[in-house]
C-alpha cells in the first residue's frame, strides 16, 4: 500500500535563511505522481507542483526548487531565502496510476517563518 | 483562487445528526474528490465521482456517501454524526479524475460535532 512520510512535524528558521523539506514515499507501482501543497492558515491547500516516476529532472520555480530521487524514494522541497509568507503547512502526497486520482498525504510540515 | 467553492464555511451539529456539505468545481472540470482533514493530520480520502458516478473510495464507513449533478458539483451526506467527524472537510476537482490529474481544492468546511 502507499505511503508518505514527512518526517519534520515543525519547522522554525528565520528570514532569509534557505529551507528543505523531507518527504519520503512508499508504493508499489512503477508509474506514479507526486504532488506538493501548501496550506496557509485559511485552509485550501494550495497546488505548488506535480511530478511523474519517469522524470527525474530537479525543477527550480522562483524561490522554489524539488529533488525527486528515485533511488532513495524522496521528494523534497527547498524553499531559498525564506518569507515570512512562506509560513504554512507543506504537504507531500502521492497518487498511483493503479489508484485513480486518489492522493495520499504526509502528515505535513509546518513551517515557520520568523521576521 | 481554484474556483472550486464549498458551503458552508462553518457547522456545528450535535452527535448523531446528519451533516451535507456541498461543493462546486471548477469550469472545465468533472471529477470531485472529497477529504477529511482531522486538526494536525494530513488529509485523508473519503471518495470520488466522476461523471455523476462513485469512482473509488477510502476507508470510511458507508454513513458517509455522496452524490455528483449533471453539472458535476457534488455533495457529502455524513449520518448518524460522531465526535471524531469534527474535521476540516476539503473537496478537490480535476479534469479527468485520472492519477496524473492535478485536483484543485476548495476553502474547505470546518465541521464541529458537539
Known amino acids: 500500500a502507499q505511503k508518505v512520510t514527512q518526517a519534520q512535524t515543525e519547522i522554525s528558521v528565520v528570514e532569509k535563511e534557505d529551507v528543505t523539506l523531507d518527504c519520503v514515499y512508499e508504493t508499489r507501482d512503477t508509474t506514479y505522481y507526486l504532488f506538493w501543497y501548501k496550506q496557509p492558515p485559511s485552509g485550501e491547500l494550495v497546488f505548488l507542483i506535480r511530478r511523474n516516476s519517469f522524470d527525474e529532472q530537479n525543477e527550480i520555480s522562483g524561490r522554489y526548487s524539488w529533488n525527486f530521487q528515485k533511488s532513495t524514494s524522496s521528494f523534497n522541497f527547498t524553499i531559498t531565502a525564506s518569507q515570512v509568507v512562506d509560513s504554512a503547512v507543506y504537504f507531500c502526497a502521492l497518487s498511483e496510476a493503479n489508484a485513480g486520482n486518489m492522493l495520499t498525504f504526509g502528515g505535513g510540515t509546518r513551517l515557520m517563518v520568523k521576521p | 483562487e481554484t474556483g472550486v467553492t464549498q458551503s458552508p464555511t462553518h457547522l456545528i451539529k450535535t452527535r448523531g445528526q446528519q451533516v451535507t456539505l456541498r461543493c462546486s468545481s471548477q469550469s472545465g472540470h468533472n471529477t470531485v474528490s472529497w477529504y477529511q482533514q482531522a486538526l494536525g493530520q494530513g488529509p485523508q480520502f473519503i471518495f470520488q465521482?466522476?461523471?455523476?458516478?462513485?469512482?473509488g473510495r477510502g476507508n470510511f464507513p458507508p454513513r458517509f456517501s455522496g452524490l455528483q449533478f449533471p453539472n458535476y458539483s457534488s455533495e457529502l451526506n455524513v449520518n448518524a454524526l460522531e465526535l471524531d467527524d469534527s474535521a476540516l472537510y476539503l473537496c478537490a476537482s480535476s479534469k479527468t479524475g485520472g492519477p496524473a490529474d492535478t485536483q484543485y481544492f476548495g476553502p474547505g468546511t470546518r465541521l464541529t460535532v458537539l
Open positions: 465521482y466522476y461523471r455523476e458516478e462513485e469512482n
